[in-house]
Structure formats: structure tokens, C-alpha cells
């Protein structure tokens, strides 16, 4: 029973020990996001949202530019009676006129494909969740571009 007690106090001592630091603090990076233009759209919102939330608001670097993106959902593979089986998402994000120059120009393009479902309610809630994951992926890319500005 010592034993036991002695070993769970060690694993814990150890696990305790380990240093979690996040990858993406915004304490650690070089520069805060100033304005950004986009058009009104429920993706460029989010986009915005996501990318405001970035930064370190301390920073003297302040990055101002234009956000465009899309979202586009095609059919990948039909079955023999032509309903579709698996489907493509694309989101694209455009940063534009970064700092104010218009030859600085990034796109992001981030894809996953995933299989239909019979009820379209899932289907729809499903999409929801791979765009969420999509708009995650693209933000951490637009850090690293960002970071190496």
C-alpha cells in the first residue's frame, strides 16, 4: 500500500513538474492588429473576429489590411443514382493592401472533404464544425505569416 502511495506521489511530481506554455500567446509575438476593412459577410466576420483577438495590443507594430474570403462546398464522388457521397470544402481568405501596399498580398487555402449524410440536419451541423476547424487552421497560418513580418 506504501508502495502504491509512493508512486502516485512520484508520477504526480513528475506530471506536475512538466512546463505547458501555449505555442500562440499573444505575449510572444511582435504585433498588434490596427484596422481591418472586410465586407460584411458571416465568414469574413469571423474571420475578423478570430484575427482581432490576435496580437499583442502593447505593440508598437501595428498591421492594417483587407480581409476577402469564400467558402465553397462542391460534390467529390456520386453513387450510381447520382446523389452525392462525399463533398469538398474550400475556404480561401485574401489578405490585401497589408500596411497600406498593395503588391503585399497572402491567400490561405485550407480543404477537407467529408462524406454525406442522411439526415440533413447532422450534414449542416457537421459542415458548421469542419468550417469552425477550417477558420482555426487558416488563423494559425496567418500568425505565422504575420510573426515573419
Excluded: H
Excluded at 481568405?93 to 503585399?104: A, E, P, Q
Excluded at 487555402?109 to 449524410?117: A, D, E, R, V, Y
Amino acid at each position: 500500500m506504501i508502495k502504491k502511495i509512493f508512486f502516485f506521489l512520484l508520477i504526480i511530481m513528475f506530471l506536475s513538474n512538466c512546463g505547458y506554455k501555449p505555442i500562440y500567446s499573444s505575449k510572444n509575438l511582435n504585433f498588434a492588429i490596427g484596422n481591418i476593412k472586410k465586407n460584411n459577410t458571416a465568414l469574413n466576420n469571423e474571420f475578423a473576429k478570430k484575427i482581432y483577438s490576435l496580437g499583442n495590443k502593447e505593440n508598437s507594430n501595428k498591421i492594417n489590411f483587407e480581409i476577402e474570403s469564400s467558402k465553397a462546398v462542391t460534390i467529390k464522388s456520386k453513387n450510381a443514382k447520382g446523389d452525392a457521397l462525399v463533398f469538398e470544402m474550400q475556404i480561401i481568405l485574401k489578405v490585401l493592401n497589408l500596411n497600406g501596399d498593395k503588391n503585399k498580398n497572402q491567400t490561405f487555402i485550407k480543404k477537407i472533404t467529408f462524406k454525406n449524410s442522411d439526415d440533413k440536419f447532422k450534414l449542416k451541423q457537421y459542415e458548421r464544425e469542419l468550417e469552425k476547424i477550417l477558420i482555426n487552421n487558416i488563423t494559425k497560418d496567418l500568425i505565422n505569416f504575420f510573426s515573419k513580418i
